[in-house]
């Protein structure tokens, strides 16, 4: 039972393919776990092809793909490392993640290797902890894979995805008895204290 799920504007940047990669990969996450958000996103894409098709064709120069590749500047295809993680969906299985760090008693990061303005990763949290707190300057996407957590909004349980609109004044707490996994993907995150000394030395 999925009760909280990406905001509108979210769903139509993912079907039109704007999103940076790491919080695509976040909300894919979620429509791996939610029927109602697949069908929008399924629409979206319709309608987006059908103004695509209504377009006049243009000619492309004979030698169109010989200048796209002189151009060098394409982007490196990720590298697929499968990870150790168990029961990871879809979406994540094939991704490539670095090492996992104890970024604080009882919390665990794992960032993804992921190219774009964005940066993401993987949360785990044993059950009672609360998540850093922290402020972000733009979009921010947390998808529960396992465990729950509650915060002002209520609370998220397996394939929920938690978009705030403001800065976490309450960072979430873990409410599960078995640790909680989330991905996060964030476009904007400064961490207080301890934690944003941490995140500058290794470089988040
Ligand atoms: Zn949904």
């Given at each position: 039972?999925?009760?909280?799920?990406?905001?509108?504007?979210?769903?139509?940047?993912?079907?039109?393919?704007?999103?940076p990669?790491?919080?695509?990969l976040?909300?894919?996450?979620?429509?791996?776990f939610?029927?109602?958000?697949?069908?929008?996103?399924?629409l979206a894409?319709?309608?987006?092809g059908?103004?695509?098709?209504?377009?006049?064709?243009?000619?492309?120069?004979?030698?169109?793909?010989?200048?796209?590749?002189?151009?060098?500047?394409?982007?490196?295809?990720?590298v697929?490392?499968?990870?150790?993680?168990?029961k990871?969906?879809?979406?994540?299985?094939?991704?490539s993640?670095?090492?996992?760090?104890?970024?604080?008693?009882?919390?665990?990061?794992?960032?993804?290797?992921?190219?774009?303005?964005?940066?993401?990763?993987?949360?785990?949290?044993?059950?009672?902890?609360?998540?850093?707190r922290h402020?972000?300057?733009?979009?921010?996407l947390?998808?529960?894979?396992?465990?729950?957590?509650?915060?002002?909004?209520?609370?998220?349980?397996?394939?929920?995805?938690?978009?705030?609109e403001?800065?976490?004044?309450?960072?979430p707490?873990?409410?599960?008895?078995?640790?909680?996994?989330?991905?996060?993907?964030s476009?904007?995150?400064?961490?207080?204290?301890?934690?944003g000394?941490?995140?500058?030395?290794?470089?988040?």
């Open positions: 039972m999925i009760n909280h799920h990406p905001s509108d504007a979210t769903l139509t940047s993912y079907a039109a393919g704007t999103l990669e790491a919080l695509g976040v909300t894919a996450t979620h429509l791996s939610c029927p109602a958000c697949r069908d929008a996103v399924a894409e319709a309608v987006g059908s103004m695509l098709e209504d377009l006049a064709p243009v000619a492309m120069a004979d030698d169109a793909l010989v200048q796209v590749l002189a151009r060098g500047d394409m982007p490196e295809p990720p697929m490392t499968p990870v150790r993680e168990a990871l969906p879809g979406p994540l299985k094939y991704c993640f670095g090492r996992s760090w104890l970024v604080a008693p009882g919390l665990r990061w794992r960032p993804l290797r992921t190219s774009g303005r964005a940066w993401g990763g993987l949360l785990v949290a044993q059950p009672g902890r609360r998540f850093p402020a972000h300057t733009g979009l921010e947390t998808c529960v894979l396992r465990g729950s957590f509650v915060d002002a909004n209520g609370r998220y349980g397996a394939g929920d995805l938690a978009e705030p403001g800065d976490h004044d309450d960072p707490s873990i409410d599960s008895d078995e640790p909680c996994v989330c991905v996060i993907a476009e904007g995150f400064r961490l207080g204290g301890a934690f000394l941490l995140q500058r030395m290794i470089g988040l």
